[in-house]
């Protein structure tokens, strides 16, 4: 239960990863400002988190199960909040789907929708109401760069709500174990339905040189979780929070050129037509990165 004056703070998706080191993080802030509701589909998978969190578990970080696909699940676990006060909610729990598309069936698909999308959605038609109720809280959303339905979604919410609650936290490449177990299972897979030369493609040049711009590029869980903890202790946080100085260039490809060609261009040069010169092209992207992209970032430092 949390003491007087710290902030209840409810993240989904703390088994591993970004959630894990988030929940870390905050359950062991010197000023002990927090009270954090970890949560988990599986409490089985427990035990890393409750290693790295030490003795900060069962004294100001707790353990819930959720799963953020359930409507009945996500109740309960709201409900069994104190007075149901949720001062900071995280969505951090997510899946990934890589490879061709003839070989991704639309269930596939539908599930990851479930859990990324809708399974935010549920979060946050759960809490909002009581924190409009009290006219305070902050909902923030952990949101890869790039997921337009996502995107589309805060943006709306947060006019709905005169951008007040809600703050994006958009990372690049993260290295991350999911990331890495992703990639490991993907290179195994045989891709039906697909033909070979796409499935060629896709194998030897598609995935090396994502993982060439994950490994050249890439931030750590901590990273993201010290840039979490500044915009949740912000006096004004932002609405779109950019992790990674080093991506922003890529990012702005979008917005120099409103028919959408250079970044596609670009994206599919990079991906596809560098081959052996891709550490090269991704250290001068490092070069590129300026001063005044880099002010449009939350560094984690």
Known sequence: MASDGQKVVLITGCSSGIGLRIAVMLAKDEKKRYHVIATMRDLKRKDKLVEAAGDAYGNTLTLQTLDVCSDESVKHCISSVKDRHIDVLINNAGIGLV???????????KNVFETNFFGVVRMIKEVMPDMKRRRGGHIIIVSSTGLFAMEGFCESLAVHLHSKLVSMIEPGPVHTEFEA?????????????????????????????????FETLGQTPDDIARCTKKVIEASRPRFRNLTNPLYTPIVALKYADETGGLSVRTFYHVLFNLGALMHVA???LRCVTCGCLRGRTVSPD
């Open 99 to 109: 490879g061709p598309l003839e070989s991704i069936s639309i269930d596939e698909m």
């Open 181 to 213: 177990k992703m990639v490991e299972d993907v290179s195994r897979k045989e891709f039906p339905g697909t033909d070979p030369e796409t499935v060629q493609y896709f194998k030897n040049v598609y995935l090396p040189s994502s993982v060439d711009i």
């Open 282 to 284: 991704m250290k001068a």
